[in-house]
């Protein structure tokens, strides 16, 4: 595990930014694992512009999202994937085709978490996997609970992370109350992971997750046991 400081979340998501722009020059083809909210805005904005530059190109890369809203179509303002359309996808090269995210509205979320894994399957796995974290210890949407799920999954929302989302709904009654999530074990599987954690409330989870123990009761901490992450953040420990 390496940590790297930037001075600010504008500092951060430049960071991040040139980190995943060196992986696709380095692996054109790269599969992403991509995430939402918005410590990653920033992320999002200088891929943006290097792309549009020129300097880098997503042409052959392919890109899964970690999670999305049970019940919200692709249409729908608050969806992942019409966040990321919004910030991302529409902004850059990268193949309609190519871009994944789990679908919301089906009739049978089960079937959809095993047509995603089989997606994830199929493309060889994740190759790099970019992680917020959430102040309960979620990452994706995993979150704490007597065990982990190692697939794609659907969850029920904690209530910390029901308010914690209120502020892009009218209200907290608005807040949708399950999402699909990649599993712990869909994450882990990734070669390279890096998590991106902005914001000094959030020094208490990043504390727990680095140097409390392995625990389904913070998920996140079971990133101690990866092989290659690395973990970009403004808050000094």
Not at 161 to 168: E, G, L, S, Y
Request: net charge negative; charged share 15%; hydrophobic share 40%.
């Amino acid at each position: 595990m390496e940590y790297f400081y930037a001075q600010d979340n504008l500092s951060l998501g430049q960071m991040a930014a040139r980190w995943v722009a060196r992986e696709i020059l380095a692996c054109p083809e790269l599969v992403l694992g991509l995430p939402t909210g918005s410590t990653p805005i920033g992320m999002y904005q200088y891929l943006v512009r290097l792309a549009q530059e020129g300097l880098i190109s997503f042409t052959q890369a392919r890109t899964f999202n970690l999670d999305e809203y049970v019940g919200l179509n692709v249409d729908h303002p608050q969806s992942y994937a019409f966040f990321m359309r919004e910030h991302f996808w529409s902004k850059v090269d990268l193949p309609k085709g190519n871009a994944h995210i789990p679908r919301g509205n089906v009739s049978n979320p089960a079937v959809e978490c095993l047509r995603y894994d089989n997606a994830i399957q199929k493309a060889g796995g994740i190759g790099l996997q970019i992680l917020g974290l959430g102040l309960n210890g979620h990452i994706g949407f995993n979150e704490p609970s007597h065990n982990m799920e190692i697939h794609t999954h659907v969850v029920d929302l904690t209530a910390e992370t029901i308010q914690a989302n209120t502020r892009f709904f009218p209200d907290s009654s608005a807040v949708p109350r399950q999402a699909i999530t990649m599993g712990v074990g869909n994450i882990m599987q990734a070669q390279k992971i890096l998590l991106l954690v902005s914001g000094e409330r959030k020094r208490d989870i990043l504390n727990k997750t680095f140097y409390g123990p392995v625990s389904t009761e913070v998920p996140s901490s079971i990133l101690q046991l990866h092989a290659d992450l690395t973990v970009l953040t403004d808050i000094k420990l």
